[in-house]
């Protein structure tokens, strides 16, 4: 079978992942120039290069993978995965190495190194746990999998955007009802054009048209127009080791947590009929993440949600070689601020709010209707992650933290901080726990209960889960020792109901 590389609603694909990596990307920048305070020549000649170049590698071999799947199965309705820089790792990375580290000591070399290294190590983890992903992936329950990964959608895919989309309304709901017009309601686009490109071009004519957009910003944003093409470096990598050493461990966590994310995304994916490889997939975001360190980049990639929204808007394989063939094109060459300020973000944020509510539905409809409760749970730890972050940038933005205003003074005010710090801290592995342990708790499979009551105990311990942003012996006394508890509970109904037959369906049966 000739496998077609091509479609026309691959076009809407690309307008949807395209626009995600570009604000990523302009994200990025704003951290690392305005944020941090380095240097712009550092920022846009080297590490926006490094990184536009480990984006285009990882949707490249996505689409390959496509390609081989397509070849193999006899299908031309293949879509590829998506993939682009961490967006959760890089603000992590920013306020928790580069930011203190240049702040502390000045040296934009140091610190720029030691998010390097912090990079490599992450990437390590990432290629490790991809020799044991596929037997991992197969013992969690679909549910959830599925119902961790809507969380993580729900809140950092679509609510940011759909609050953005209604801060500027006027241009916000035309955009939104058209992506939902075409992605939900089928409806052919005049000419037959793409959806998002249609929401896109409605989007800067109302801009311009209103004087929302203005051409100062458009003149500003030519000074980071130039081209870069980045270098490799061990030495970069090596120097970093030194001064990060002593922030690297927090990085452990955050590449198990990448690497269950790609599973989580495989597994979107195999709903729709596209079941890729789990090692192949963990290796491309391990190696890709690599490469950006190799080249000066301290953002590591990772596998996107979106999948299943992509397919459903029909898209297949182009639309990730042609975003990755864009990406490197823009950063090597710092013409995508140009374009950011020539057409209004808020056009383009109704296309991930239309992807999150995909997502959110597949976890719904995509398991057995009596494990709904099991998805629902898997939700809230997502949702508490985002509260307390959205709490914090509160208290920040009025000069102040939660530790300063207290907990009792958060508390009284409705806002149960170090509840919300607790039970969001690993927040995908956590969904994935509890979801697990309704499924089991449901099914009556005790055993199954207790194992998975033994992994919550353990990664509590060392700060994995639980940990608010800690490492160590004995991180979470409290949330171990309720662990160990219910593996006592689970045990007892084990042995109770050991020799009565087991009546509860389970799941997938």
Same mark, same amino acid.
């Given at each position: 079978m000739k496998v077609k590389l091509w479609v026309k609603s691959d076009l809407n694909g690309f307008f949807g992942l395209f626009t995600n990596c570009l604000t990523n990307f302009l994200v990025m920048a704003s951290l690392l120039t305005v944020v941090v305070g380095f240097p712009s020549e550092v920022v846009y000649g080297t590490i926006l290069p490094a990184s536009g170049l480990s984006v285009f590698i990882i949707n490249v071999y996505y689409a390959y993978m496509a390609y081989k799947l397509a070849k193999k199965t006899g299908r031309n309705d293949v879509t590829a995965m998506p993939g682009g820089p961490s967006v959760t790792h890089m603000f992590l990375i920013v306020f928790m190495i580069l930011g203190p580290v240049y702040w502390t000591t000045g040296n934009v070399d140091l610190a720029w190194n030691a998010g390097i290294a912090w990079c490599v190590i992450e990437a390590v983890i990432e290629i490790i746990m991809s020799f044991v992903g596929k037997q991992i992936r197969e013992r969690i329950p679909r549910v959830a999998m599925l119902g961790s990964l809507a969380g993580l959608s729900l809140t950092y895919i679509s609510l940011n955007p759909t609050f953005n989309t209604f801060a500027v309304s006027y241009i916000g709901i035309v955009c939104l009802m058209i992506v939902m017009m075409g992605f939900v309601g089928?409806?052919?686009?005049?000419?037959?054009?793409?959806?998002?490109?249609?929401?896109?071009?409605?989007?800067?004519?109302?801009?311009?048209?209103?004087?929302?957009?203005?051409?100062?910003?458009?003149?500003?944003?030519?000074?980071?127009?130039?081209?870069?093409?980045?270098?490799?470096?061990?030495?970069?990598?090596?120097?970093?080791?030194?001064?990060?050493?002593?922030?690297?461990?927090?990085?452990?966590?955050?590449?198990?947590?990448?690497?269950?994310?790609?599973?989580?995304?495989?597994?979107?994916?195999?709903?729709?009929?596209?079941?890729?490889?789990?090692?192949?997939?963990?290796?491309?975001?391990?190696?890709?993440?690599?490469?950006?360190?190799?080249?000066?980049?301290?953002?590591?990639?990772?596998?996107?949600?979106?999948?299943?929204?992509?397919?459903? #808007? %029909?898209?297949? &394989?182009?639309?990730? +070689? =042609?975003?990755?063939? *864009?990406?490197? $094109?823009?950063?090597?060459?710092?013409?995508?601020?140009?374009?950011?300020?020539?057409?209004?973000?808020?056009?383009?944020?109704?296309?991930?709010?239309?992807?999150?509510?995909?997502?959110?539905?597949?976890?719904?409809?995509?398991?057995?209707?009596?494990?709904?409760?099991?998805?629902?749970?898997?939700?809230?730890?997502?949702?508490?992650?985002?509260?307390?972050?959205?709490?914090?940038?509160?208290?920040?933005?009025?000069?102040?933290?939660?530790?300063?205003?207290?907990?009792?003074?958060?508390?009284?005010?409705?806002?149960?901080?170090?509840?919300?710090?607790?039970?969001? #801290? %690993?927040?995908? &592995?956590?969904?994935? +726990? =509890?979801?697990?342990? *309704?499924?089991? $708790?449901?099914?009556?499979?005790?055993?199954?209960?207790?194992?998975?009551?033994?992994?919550?105990?353990?990664?509590?311990?060392?700060?994995?889960?639980?940990?608010?942003?800690?490492?160590?012996?004995?991180?979470?006394?409290?949330?171990?020792?309720?662990?160990?508890?219910?593996i006592a509970l689970f045990a007892y109904y084990y042995f109770k109901e050991k020799d009565q037959p087991l009546t509860l369906k389970k799941e997938g049966e």
């Open positions: 089928k409806i052919r686009m005049p000419a037959g054009l793409p959806v998002g490109l249609v929401a896109i071009i409605f989007a800067t004519v109302l801009g311009w048209a209103t004087g929302y957009m203005n051409w100062g910003a458009v003149v500003d944003s030519l000074a980071n127009v130039r081209f870069s093409i980045p270098i490799p470096s061990i030495s970069r990598i090596i120097n970093g080791f030194t001064e990060a050493s002593k922030y690297l461990v927090a990085a452990i966590p955050l590449g198990i947590y990448n690497a269950f994310e790609t599973m989580d995304n495989l597994e979107s994916a195999s709903v729709t009929g596209d079941d890729y490889p789990t090692q192949e997939a963990m290796l491309n975001d391990g190696i890709t993440s690599f490469i950006a360190g190799l080249f000066g980049s301290p953002f590591p990639t990772a596998c996107y949600i979106g999948q299943s929204g992509w397919k459903e #808007a %029909g898209a297949h &394989i182009g639309y990730s +070689i =042609l975003t990755g063939v *864009m990406i490197l $094109i823009l950063t090597f060459t710092g013409l995508f601020s140009l374009i950011l300020n020539v057409i209004p973000v808020v056009g383009i944020y109704p296309i991930l709010t239309y992807i999150g509510v995909t997502i959110t539905s597949q976890a719904f409809t995509s398991s057995d209707i009596k494990y709904v409760p099991a998805a629902i749970v898997s939700l809230l730890p997502h949702l508490a992650d985002w509260s307390k972050n959205v709490a914090d940038n509160a208290l920040s933005a009025a000069g102040t933290s939660a530790g300063v205003v207290g907990l009792d003074a958060l508390i009284s005010g409705g806002v149960v901080y170090n509840g919300m710090s607790v039970l969001g #801290a %690993g927040s995908i &592995i956590v969904g994935m +726990i =509890l979801g697990s342990l *309704m499924v089991f $708790i449901m099914d009556h499979d005790w055993k199954k209960a207790m194992i998975t009551s033994g992994i919550g105990a353990v990664l509590s311990f060392f700060g994995f889960i639980h940990g608010a942003g800690s490492i160590g012996i004995n991180v979470s006394p409290s949330v171990t020792v309720g662990y160990a508890i219910t």
